[in-house]
Nanobody, 119 residues
Framework: QVQLVESGGGSVQAGGSLRLSCAAS????????SGWYRQAPGKQRELVAR???????DYVDSVKGRFTISRDNALDTVYLQMNSLKYEDTAVYYC?????????????WGQGTQVTVSP
């Protein structure tokens, strides 16, 4: 089992910045992929950014150039630096990791952290 604890959400004005953190604990060996998703009211959850063990990153088009995902393997923590925040970035942000064991991939989710951007 992997436990994920998110922090860093809050309220900010448009143009501001926030950094989200997601600390993993438990059976973290075997985590191959980490990411951040978000869900706005009335919308489906969407992928925001991912980073794999090779350091390869992927971003949804709407955040490219503004958000940066990174990972500290020693701390088992993944970060999402969010700059130039827009009103439409308002959502609950969820941390996600994929762990593989005996060839089976299992996903784990954090509890979510609210990000509110005022116009």
């Amino acid at each position: 089992q992997v436990q994920l604890v998110e922090s860093g959400g809050g309220s900010v004005q448009a143009g501001g910045s926030l950094r989200l953190s997601c600390a993993a604990s438990g059976s973290t060996f075997g985590i191959i992929d980490s990411g951040w998703y978000r869900q706005a009211p009335g919308k489906q959850r969407e992928l925001v950014a991912r980073i794999n063990n090779s350091g390869r990153t992927d971003y949804v088009d709407s955040v490219k150039g503004r958000f940066t995902i990174s990972r500290d393997n020693a701390l088992d923590t993944v970060y999402l630096q969010m700059n130039s925040l827009k009103y439409e970035d308002t959502a609950v942000y969820y941390c996600n990791v994929v762990r593989t064991t005996w060839g089976v991939k299992i996903e784990y989710w954090g509890q979510g952290t609210q990000v509110t951007v005022s116009p």
